[in-house]
């Protein structure tokens, strides 16, 4: 293993969007044991260090890439296609129209039902933006457009977190 390595090469998988989530999960777990500090015990101080710098690498790594949004981030700026998420906040104006749609009807639920139809469609828009990416990075490896979905789906990602946090605090 190379410290240097990108989380892709570090997992041994394909460098692409699409990932296989169970083999992903036992690679992690793999890849866990064989740098698990227990295992350097014998070995004394500075080997259980480079274990345990090997194990936050790793976790580091898995948290990338089992996190759609993050893996196509993380793809994307590995190509040079940066997402500049703070810096960079212009959408099309179609997207900033649902945006502001789904906004207005957020504040106008009146229960769960309401809130949970509101879920349900940013679900389905999130789902459909993440078929774009896979097809943008995987197929048309075009990542400076992939990026701009990215972008996109950040802002439905935290709107959807918020619609959750509505629905939570309306649970008995």
Known sequence: MNLQSNDFELFGIPMQ???DRAQLDRRWKELQREAHP???????????RLAMQWSVR????????????????YLCELHGARINAENNTA?????LMQQMEWR???????GIDDLNKIALESKLSQDGLLLKVAQLLDEEKNF?????QVRSLMFIERFASEVGDRIEQMQP
């Open 58 to 73: 790793i976790n580091e790594a898995y948290q990338r890439l089992k996190h759609p949004l993050k893996r196509a981030s």
């Open 17 to 19: 969007f699409v990932q």
């Open 38 to 48: 227990d295992k350097f015990a014998a070995q004394g101080p500075a080997a259980q």
């Open 104 to 110: 207005e009807a957020l504040g106008d639920a009146k």
């Open 144 to 148: 400076a457009k992939a990026a701009q």
């Open 91 to 95: 959408m099309p104006s179609d997207f």
